[in-house]
């Protein structure tokens, strides 16, 4: 069981930035392949950026390429750096996990994810 927690969420102005943290409570960086979703109001869960085992491959959606940037560093810990950040990216943010032994066949999928943190809001105003 791999509870996860999120943090750095908040409210900014469009163009500007933020910084999304999941803490894991086991060592993830290796032994699990980790995503950040986002889920609006009235809308379905999306997936925003995924990242395999030890730091890669890398996926992310269209909308979000070169906006948006996933890392994991070498313990427990899953970033998203969110830049020119838009109105259109208000939503629920959340990170998810799947054990590396599992199929990870569709990265951006939620699907693909067993565990999942509680989220944190991002709003952005125009």
């Known amino acids: 069981q791999v509870q996860l927690v999120e943090s750095g969420g908040g409210s900014v102005q469009a163009g500007g930035s933020l910084r999304l943290s999941c803490v894991g409570s086991?060592?993830?960086?290796?032994?699990?392949?980790m995503g950040w979703f986002r889920q609006a109001p009235g809308k379905e869960r999306e997936g925003v950026a995924a990242?395999?085992?030890?730091?890669?491959?890398l996926y992310y959606a269209d909308s979000v390429k070169g906006r948006f940037t996933i890392s994991h560093d070498n313990d427990k810990t899953l970033y998203l750096h969110m830049n020119s950040l838009k109105p259109e990216d208000t939503a629920m943010y959340y990170c998810?996990?799947?054990?590396?032994?599992?199929?990870?066949?569709?990265?951006?999928?939620?699907?693909?994810?067993?565990?999942w943190g509680q989220g944190t809001q991002v709003t952005v105003s125009s």
């Open positions: 998810a996990a799947r054990w590396y032994g599992s199929r990870w066949t569709i990265p951006l999928s939620p699907v693909n994810y067993d565990y």
């Open positions: 990242i395999g085992r030890g730091g890669g491959p």
């Open positions: 086991v060592y993830t960086y290796s032994n699990y392949f």
